[in-house]
């Protein structure tokens, strides 16, 4: 299909996470404000928590009400729970604990040590089981039409825990895999697939730092998802890539929005 995909570029990565905290809490509101609820999908990544860290700080988070948020994860490091390195770790270091969130509507990916055990796969599944069940008929499919899904984009073009060429980013039926054999540690994790990604109402793809103007250039310039996953990840209407300059450095200038600040 034809994406159409919307770029905003921020001076740096400051003022980038700054002003992505502020068009999330506006979202938020928005949605809260229509149908009494929002559900967002978090990233982890020093750009998703930078987010998270400019949200804690935003006098306007208040405007969200906390209690009728769902939030939900892109992938996970199929860690024990409470690791350091896990998502929802520095997540809830970052914003959640500060927060007065609905406990029962934070959806975390299972742990290592949690009830599914040592088998991603198993994790994965009932992960799967767990968006379903919050699916309504509305949704249409096996996971909730998400508000915004939020990604971080690496250095090699992978977007959750979606990498090129691996089994995972194939993936066309199931919403939720276990991922072995990861190229960056460690190698075993929890990803939503395109397929689940897709579902969202909105997809932002966060970039910052010249370690990632690789990466933005090759995602927006074309490239078939299963050699840049980030260039398959879009939402049903919108698709954002909110990159500071320095991850925007090799765009083509076609593609370069001239009124980015």
């Not at 994790?189 to 395109?194: E, I, N, P, Q």
């Not at 995602?219 to 939402?235: D, H, K, M, R, T």
């Amino acid at each position: 299909m034809s994406v159409v995909q919307q770029l905003v570029v921020h001076r740096d990565k400051e003022l980038m996470a700054q002003a992505a905290a502020a068009r999330l809490i506006t979202k938020i509101v928005d949605a809260q404000a229509a149908r009494g609820y929002a559900s967002v999908v978090l990233t982890g990544g020093r750009n998703g928590n930078g987010l998270l860290a400019a949200l804690a700080g935003a006098p306007a988070r208040d405007a969200i009400d906390w209690s009728r948020l769902d939030l939900w994860w892109g992938d996970e490091r199929f860690l024990p729970d409470g690791d350091p390195e896990r998502n929802v770790t520095q997540a809830r270091e970052a914003l959640l604990d500060s927060v007065p969130l609905d406990p029962a509507r934070v959806h975390a990916m299972p742990a290592s040590d949690g009830p599914c055990g040592p088998d991603a796969d198993a994790a994965a599944a009932a992960y799967a089981a767990e968006l379903a069940a919050a699916a309504g008929p509305e949704d249409h499919g096996p996971v909730p039409v998400f508000d915004v899904l939020m990604l971080g984009v690496g250095p090699d073009t992978h977007v959750a825990s979606l990498f090129p060429e691996l089994p995972a980013v194939r993936e066309t039926e199931r919403t939720v895999v276990g991922v072995h054999g990861a190229p960056k540690p460690p190698p075993v994790r929890v990803s939503l697939t395109l397929p689940a990604i897709r579902a969202a109402r909105e997809v932002w793809l966060l970039a910052a730092g010249e370690d990632k103007a690789e990466a933005a250039a090759i995602a927006l310039s074309g490239a078939g998802e299963i050699q840049a996953p980030a260039a398959g990840a879009y939402g049903r209407s919108r698709t954002l890539w909110l990159l500071d300059a320095a991850a925007a450095s090799r765009l083509p200038r076609a593609l370069y929005p001239p009124a980015s600040a």
